[in-house]
């Protein structure tokens, strides 16, 4: 976990818009041991300075193959936001 936050990580008020369009843990499945607010705050990273996957400093709980699935229920949240509005 980091401590010291990045400028491009979610405020609060962002987060708590947001964590209403992720989905929800799967029924019957292992508890989910990602915190999604860190997987988002690591794709906002790489969107404001252009970095690699690979070259995500270390506290981010992300590695490449975690990133894809990551990504598309990112994906998915942002078509259920675009649908609301």
Known sequence: MRT???????????W???KGY?????????PRSTNLREVLNAIFYVLKTGCQWDMLPHGFPLNSSEAMIY????????RRLACSI
């Open 71 to 78: 990504l598309a229920m990112i994906r998915l949240m942002l």
């Open 16 to 18: 708590e818009i947001l």
């Open 4 to 14: 010291k936050p990045y400028p491009s990580d979610l405020t609060d008020a962002e």
């Open 22 to 30: 992720l989905p929800g843990p799967k029924l019957g499945g292992r």
